[in-house]
T-cell receptor, first 113, second 111 residues
Framework: KAGVTQTPRYLIKTRGQQVTLSCSPISGHRSVSWYQQTPGQGLQFLFEYFSETQRNKGNFPGRFSGRQFSNSRSEMNVSTLELGDSALYLC????????????FGEGSRLTVL | GQQLNQSPQSMFIQEGEDVSMNCTSSSIFNTWLWYKQDPGEGPVLLIALYKAGELTSNGRLTAQFGITRKDSFLNISASIPSDVGIYFCAGQLFGNEKLTFGTGTRLTIIP
């Protein structure tokens, strides 16, 4: 079956702009989590969505937001971009909430100039 | 944010060698997981451990859940070229909580 699909794969933005990233989970998976990956900080948890509700949130500023739709697809948005937001943003899905067994997408690589 | 300490940070080995890496935490976890990330891709789950002292294998990979619940170990036997990548441990205290990832161990195979 198809894996987790993230779009776009690569994008370049300038400081102050905003960006929206999309994630389509594996069919039947209802939980979607987002992670930011940078060389300095590693993999950092952003948020988790289940049944269209945010269930967990990491330690990121309010500029980072997300949502989940009724078909389990998810989007995350970063407003007022800063240079430090340059990272690989990974989406992961799982069948249910109560598991650490995640299926990751290939990520969206954001570069902020 | 919190990260788990993985060692070594990087390894340079020859094909056929065995590999050992570990992950330590200052706090306990009830679940330990090991993921591998290839260049340009997202992490892929290798092994999940759910009980202190548990030893689980997946082909040439063997992982152990430390008895103190503050550490985990991953061994790879008879390494092959496709083992190259970054290995991450991850801990989870309760099932409905986020994963905390380790700093990663980069494995390189020297020709």
């Amino acid at each position: 079956k198809a894996g987790v699909t993230q779009t776009p794969r690569y994008l370049i933005k300038t400081r102050g702009q905003q960006v929206t990233l999309s994630c389509s989970p594996i069919s039947g998976h209802r939980s979607v989590s987002w992670y930011q990956q940078t060389p300095g900080q590693g993999l950092q948890f952003l948020f988790e969505y289940f049944s269209e509700t945010q269930r967990n949130k990491g330690n990121f500023p309010g500029r980072f937001s997300g949502r989940q739709f009724s078909n389990s697809r998810s989007e995350m948005n970063v407003s007022t971009l800063e240079l430090g937001d340059s990272a690989l943003y990974l989406c992961a899905s799982s069948i249910q909430r109560n598991t650490g067994e995640l299926f990751f997408g290939e990520g969206s690589r954001l570069t902020v100039l | 944010g919190q990260q788990l300490n993985q060692s070594p940070q990087s390894m340079f080995i020859q094909e056929g060698e065995d590999v050992s890496m570990n992950c330590t935490s200052s706090s306990i976890f009830n679940t330990w997981l090991w993921y591998k990330q290839d260049p340009g891709e997202g992490p892929v789950l290798l092994i999940a451990l759910y009980k202190a002292g548990e030893l689980t294998s997946n082909g040439r990979l063997t992982a152990q859940f430390g008895i103190t619940r503050k550490d985990s170990f991953l061994n790879i036997s008879a390494s092959i070229p496709s083992d190259v990548g970054i290995y991450f441990c991850a801990g989870q205290l309760f099932g409905n909580e986020k994963l905390t990832f380790g700093t990663g161990t980069r494995l390189t195979i020297i020709p």
